[in-house]
């Protein structure tokens, strides 16, 4: 609860916050913020300097000594006004104020090598969670001060802090799991097991920053926790907490899961992932030693066919076990429209399984072309367009490379910064045709691959995205070219031309290619066609 003095103390903040520069949070620098402010990662009372960086990734201890798992920093573009600035504001994406930061030490990220930065491979944090930082970033470290508690984020009133969780659990043994996947009923059969064992409360940690696994979204992560709590004992909490995946190394992803565990109320937490130790014993390794609460592992489990239960696989008969779903093939499973098995999740979890993850004939998609001008994407996307309003089977919005510049992106010039901004543009627009169930048809030249990737991104969280590239050689496009356009850009009287005065970064990771100089039209529009009825985007049975 903020007492009276914090309140006097951020209303003077607040005065003078006013002329302080501004820097926007991204997902998960709000998560460490929110978790900096909440207690959860206490000691720290800001973000990291250089020294406990260092400390961290050599020692795996901050730089006084205390134990700690995983650097907690916050990077920003060395060309941005807070590089340079000894105090800042530090807001959340709708630009609300949420703290100051006081900085104690402004250092540039000199190295750039680090693993993904979540499970799905996504980039997206300007801080990299291993503690490096991308080129050209400026590391900015001190304490913050809170002006007001966040207050956007899905399931909001079940986000409590630290100090409310521990009084909610007791004092009592409290085993965690800490999930950005959806809970099956292998792991419900786990947490029963060690928790009757431990004879605990059991507290489930919903991972709410940064994608999650299966079903993408983090509110459609906490349906399916909430789902599973009803198959668990009375008084299983569930509490989201906003922590943001810390890097490549399993091993800090699990010491920081326990740290925050510990911060709610924890006593125990438990992992079923595998190499965490002994089944039901803790690790034994130096990192563990330094761990707040004891890791247990839940070892290898299967199901019991005879006995129609989830169980160790060491009681289970030979002969009778049935592993569990390989990786990705729950996935599979939802895309093709097919039922959860019944011994693989609970009715009311496979139900949240299909409402975030709807087959993919019911699902948004965008179909994103991107190739020279003069190459055919607005010809094949008019194409695609007209055959799927002939078939009717879906909705379709097209949004073609010049309508967009007149309409939506009417005043951008050619610039790198204002060519990204069409295609951000571009893609918030089929983003929301996608969140719908829609299909978008976009058809940009988005010569570069970091916009191109920007609008991949954005679109996942709500659809699939399909990138097509129209890979018509330079000399075809200005041979076709009836506009003039290419005739100018040679003679200089078009500045930025993509393929002439500006570069065109081809695609490394197209769904699919093609030659307009080497297929007609109709063959270009089957082709695409094809891609999206044996992805399951559409059926068989109308096709073509």
Same mark, same amino acid.
Request: proline share 8%.
């Given at each position: ?121 996504a980039p997206g944090r ?29 399931? $909001?009133? +079940?986000? /409590?802090?630290? =100090?409310?969780?521990? %009084? *909610? #659990?007791?004092?009592? @043994?409290?085993?965690?799991?800490? !999930? ?20 605990? $409360?059991? +507290?489930? /940690?919903?991972? =709410?920053?940064?994608? %999650? *696994? #299966?079903?993408?979204? @983090?509110?459609?992560?906490?349906? !399916? ?20 995946? $810390? ?96 011994w693989f999740a609970p ?191 559409l059926t068989d049975d109308?096709?073509?």
């Amino acid at each position: 609860m903020t007492t009276e003095v914090e309140r006097e103390a951020a209303a003077e903040l607040t005065a003078d916050i006013a002329a302080l520069p501004a820097w926007t949070l991204d997902e998960g620098q709000l998560g460490d913020l929110e978790l900096l402010l909440s207690g959860a990662f206490a000691p720290l009372t800001g973000f990291m300097g250089s020294a406990d960086v260092a400390s961290v990734r050599d020692r795996g201890t901050l730089a006084d000594g205390t134990p700690w798992p995983a650097p907690v920093t916050l990077d920003v573009p060395g060309h941005a006004a807070v590089a340079s600035a000894a105090r800042i504001v530090l807001n959340d994406p709708e630009h609300t104020p949420l703290a100051v930061l006081d900085i104690t030490e402004s250092a540039p990220c000199l190295t750039a090598e680090a693993g993904p930065l979540d499970p799905a491979g996504a980039p997206g944090r300007h801080t990299r969670p291993d503690g490096d930082g991308e080129p050209g970033t400026v590391r900015l470290s001190g304490p913050v001060t809170s002006l007001r508690p966040p207050e956007h984020g899905p399931f $909001r009133n +079940l986000r /409590l802090s630290p =100090v409310q969780a521990r %009084a *909610e #659990v007791g004092d009592g @043994p409290v085993l965690a799991f800490a !999930t950005r996947r959806p809970l099956t009923w292998r792991q419900i059969g786990q947490l029963r097991h060690f928790a009757g064992q431990l004879r605990a $409360r059991i +507290l489930l /940690l919903p991972l =709410v920053s940064g994608p %999650a *696994e #299966v079903v993408v979204r @983090p509110e459609a992560l906490v349906r !399916t926790v909430q789902a599973a709590a009803r198959s668990l004992p009375p008084g299983t909490l569930v509490v989201p907490v906003p922590l943001a995946p $810390r890097g490549s190394v399993p091993a800090r992803e699990t010491a920081t899961r326990a740290l925050v565990a510990a911060a709610y109320g924890a006593t125990h937490l438990l992992t079923d992932e595998p190499g965490a130790g002994r089944d039901g014993q803790a690790p034994e390794s130096a990192a563990a030693a330094q761990q707040p609460v004891p890791v247990l592992s839940a070892g290898e489990w299967a199901y019991d066919r005879a006995a129609e239960v989830w169980r160790p696989l060491a009681l289970i008969e030979p002969g009778t076990e049935r592993t569990d779903l390989a990786r990705g093939e729950l996935e599979d499973l939802l895309d093709r429209g097919e039922e959860v098995p019944a011994w693989f999740a609970p009715a009311a979890v496979a139900e949240e399984l299909r409402r975030a993850r709807p087959p993919r004939g019911e699902r948004g998609v965008v179909v994103f072309f991107t190739g020279l001008s003069g190459s055919g994407k607005s010809t094949i996307a008019r194409g695609l367009r007209d055959a799927l309003a002939e078939r009717g089977d879906r909705t379709v919005s097209l949004l073609d490379g010049d309508l967009v510049r007149q309409l939506l992106s009417a005043g951008l010039s050619f610039s790198r910064a204002d060519r990204d901004m069409n295609i951000a543009r571009i893609g918030y627009a089929a983003t929301e045709v996608a969140r719908h169930g829609g299909v978008a048809i976009c058809a940009p030249i988005a010569p570069f691959a970091d916009a191109r990737a920007r609008a991949r991104r954005m679109v996942s969280e709500v659809g699939d995205f399909l990138l097509i590239h129209v890979a018509t050689p330079v000399e075809v496009c200005e041979a076709r070219d009836r506009k003039g356009l290419y005739a100018k850009a040679r003679a200089g009287l078009i500045d930025h031309f993509t393929g002439i005065s500006d570069p065109y970064e081809l695609p490394t990771d197209a769904e699919l290619t093609i030659d307009t100089s080497a297929v007609s039209r109709q063959q270009a529009v089957d082709m695409v066609l094809s891609l999206l009825t044996k992805g399951g985007w559409l059926t068989d049975d109308t096709a073509g």
